[in-house]
């Protein structure tokens, strides 16, 4: 029977968060887990960061890098990870203590697989929010659902690291919306693992969040991701028609709103890319 301890790398990437990090990082310490490493990859912050993880002493490992944003990070985090499996938290949210225990006795259960994702508890502003309808997750071929939208919470991964040597690893090109594009490449070939349990507590309402900052225009980065695997090429008929239907929604609404607000060379760019692939 395999070990229920396989060793785990938790990765968190964070920048100018040092009123949040210490209960992320509280959170992976207090892990009912025997064997695991954490590190904390600073992008660059600015605030109280470094004091507070030097207070943590040899508990964590911390890496340092100019601003780069989080898909930079994350790969920092990745390519100085020791162990075979990999999980993420973002450093405003954290796990709750049987989170690695109980994802990684599900991914031994099936070795097969090369990602899981747990269901998440979302609290904005401190309010504890309902799950709608859209965001319910899925067991297996995630590929059509995640089109639509990130149904995959970053800090809920748990992967194999034999995934990123067969996917590669985080786009830094994209500011935000980095995870939609990377688990929609990596679910065109690969089944994703759910546990059904809500393991991971997610915190949102922030401006000082990515996708606060980047809420008005995110959906360029979701349609420059459409995009992306259109011109690989190594769709599927099936799987290439239904990007191409998702790229023409997505870019449909996006360019007319561009046009409503005066952003016409934007609008006009996406309005093009529905009369290419409809």
Not at 49 to 69: C, D, F, H, K, M
Not at 101 to 115: G, N, R, S
Not at 133 to 161: N, P, Q
Not at 192 to 206: A, N, S
Request: hydrophobic share 40%; glycine share 6%; aromatic share 8%.
């Amino acid at each position: 029977m395999a070990s229920p301890f396989t060793p785990v790398s938790v990765i968190i990437p964070t920048y100018n968060r040092a009123v949040f990090l210490a209960r992320a990082i509280d959170s992976v310490l207090s892990q009912n887990y025997p064997n695991f490493e954490l590190l904390v990859v600073d992008d660059g912050s600015t605030d109280e960061t470094q004091p507070l993880l030097a207070s943590y002493g040899e508990n964590i490992t911390v890496l340092r890098q100019e601003n780069r944003g989080p898909a930079a990070a994350r790969n920092v985090g990745i390519r100085a990870a020791r162990h075979p499996l990999l999980a993420f938290l973002d450093s405003d949210d954290c796990f709750v203590r049987q989170k690695l225990v109980t994802q990684v006795a599900a991914m031994e259960a099936h070795p097969d697989l090369l990602i899981s994702y747990t269901q998440e508890t979302w609290f904005r502003n401190g309010h504890h929010l309902n799950h709608k309808k859209r965001h319910s997750k899925e067991d297996g071929d995630i590929f059509a659902r995640s089109l639509e939208l990130c149904m995959v919470g970053m800090s809920t991964v748990i992967a194999r690291r034999e995934l990123f040597d067969r996917i590669g690893l985080f786009d830094e090109s994209f500011p935000c919306c980095e995870d939609y594009e990377i688990w929609i490449r990596a679910s065109i070939r690969h089944h994703f693992l759910l546990v059904d349990m809500p393991l991971t507590i997610k915190h949102g309402g922030r401006e000082d969040q990515v996708s606060a900052q980047f809420k008005v225009g995110m959906d360029r980065f979701r349609i420059r991701a459409l995009e992306k695997l259109l011109v690989d090429g190594s769709l599927t008929p099936d799987r290439s028609r239904l990007v191409r239907e998702e790229l023409v929604r997505k870019a449909g609404i996006y360019g007319n709103g561009c046009l409503r607000h005066g952003q016409n060379e934007e609008g006009n760019r996406c309005l093009a890319l529905v009369s290419r692939y409809s």
